[in-house]
């Protein structure tokens, strides 16, 4: 199939440097292009594949239009993310990396997958995002929660995680129940405070129009107009994954996030992050975003932490695994058998009187 699109303007930033724009188009979704009197790309190969490279140029045209300019660098990453998952267009995906307003707070999101994060976060009921510390998964969540809460979207929000101490055990603490779980709940009361103003804040919570709980709370729950986040979501069990995934009700939205190298659960218990990804993987109407030490947003420091942490995971483990295998071939090789007769001769004492 043949087609052709009109581009009046922006020609020169659609190609990019040394045509990468255009070539990453061509290999990504199997077609060959030609520019035609230099104000028209012809498009040639399957049907299907050229009617996503239609609404993908059209949705570039309409951009310039309006005045949008695109650098290299930020088109090419576009491109990268609209040729491999059909369901985000070009508008939406630059729309979601405007800057916006968060309560006090304007924020725009910083990667690649950031913007992917909030568009697919504004396009479904139910998202994933997973991925290393620093990414702003929760950050993210909690903004497009307060903006779903003030632009009256949502009648409240609610905020939740497993109580499960990191490696350290903490022992019987004092006060009330609130006070007890309260620790475990700090880091979302601390974006809360980021975007809205700390009197305000208490009195959502007073009036339970913002709830920040315990996953264990959650139970037996319908959560309906509501927004819903669940955090560290690597900690809980697949029973309770289960369990807070069936909460959701009419017009709500639910966002979980978790970091898969981070998991606390004692020895044995399955992940129920890594379990719901592999569940759910192909469900209609629920998105899964990825994120890698590329989005990062912290100190550039952290960055390169959680890049040698994994890299030195993959060797360590392969290597304890070689090692292993090693040892053992080596034992059944070189182990002696043991003689079936052996003499030990025992050595006189003189008797000391």
């Known amino acids: ?90 508008r939406r995906l630059v729309e979601s990396g405007k800057s916006r307003a968060f309560g006090k707070k304007v924020l725009a999101p910083k990667t690649v997958n950031q913007r992917r994060y909030v568009d697919a976060i504004e396009h479904h009921d139910l998202t994933f995002g997973i991925g290393p510390a620093g990414t702003g998964k929760t950050y993210l969540a909690v903004a497009m929660a307060v903006s ?114 981070q998991i606390d659960l004692p020895s044995g218990k399955r992940s129920g992050l890594l379990n719901a990804a592999e569940v759910l993987k192909d469900i209609e109407g629920i998105a899964f975003v990825k994120f890698d030490e590329k989005d990062v947003v912290r100190h550039v420091l952290v960055q390169r932490i959680v890049k040698a942490y994994d890299r030195y995971n993959e060797i360590t483990g392969a290597g304890r695994q070689l090692a292993l295998k090693l040892a053992n071939d080596s034992q059944q090789e070189t182990a002696p058998e043991p003689p079936l007769n052996t003499a030990v001769e025992i050595p006189e004492f003189t008797s000391i009187t």
């Open 148 to 261: 779903a809460l003030l632009n009256k979207r949502v009648s409240r929000i609610v905020l939740t995680r497993p109580a499960v101490e990191a490696g350290e055990h903490l022992g019987f603490l004092p006060g009330t129940l609130q006070e007890k779980v309260d620790p475990y709940l700090r880091p979302l009361y601390d974006a809360l405070f980021d975007m809205v103003e700390s009197e305000r804040v208490e009195k959502l919570v007073e009036r339970n129009i913002i709830e920040i709980a315990p996953l264990a709370f959650m139970r037996g729950r319908t959560l309906n107009d509501c927004f819903i986040i669940l955090d560290e979501a690597q900690n809980t069990t697949v029973e309770q994954m289960k369990m807070i995934l069936t909460r959701q009700g009419f017009n709500s939205k639910m966002v979980v996030t978790g970091d898969q190298t």
């Open 1 to 90: 199939m043949k087609s052709s699109v009109q581009i009046f303007r922006g020609i020169e930033s659609l190609f990019g440097t040394r045509d990468e724009n255009i070539r990453l188009l061509e290999s990504e979704l199997n077609l060959r292009t030609r520019l035609l009197d230099g104000e028209s790309l012809e498009i040639e190969g399957d049907e299907p594949q050229v009617r996503r490279a239609e609404r993908i140029l059209e949705d570039y045209v309409s951009l310039v239009k309006e005045g949008h300019t695109f650098s290299n660098g930020d088109l090419n990453s576009y491109m990268r993310v609209v040729t491999a998952d059909p369901n985000v267009s070009l």
